[in-house]
């Protein structure tokens, strides 16, 4: 998930405006944490939160793939 984590952090501030830097702290080993925290601002499941993550990660490499292409 730390990869493209300041992106991410980005569109779940976009989607959930009541986020706070403190809630999107990202600690490597402490996902679950992160998730805790997320679920209980949300009042998304867990699986919910997992499945927007995945979502949007796939999201932010097909538009570097594109973006790779297009410079070609």
């Not at 490597?28 to 993550?53: A, H, N, P």
Request: no cysteine; net charge positive; glycine share 8%.
């Amino acid at each position: 998930m730390k990869g493209s984590w300041n992106e991410l952090k980005g569109k779940l501030k976009q989607a959930y405006g009541n986020l706070t830097d403190d809630d999107l702290r990202f600690e490597e080993g402490k996902e679950d944490e992160l998730l805790g925290r997320l679920q209980k601002k949300t009042g998304k499941s867990k699986d919910d939160l997992k499945k927007w993550f995945n979502s949007a990660k796939q999201t932010s490499k097909e538009k570097q793939t594109s973006k790779e292409k297009s410079s070609h």
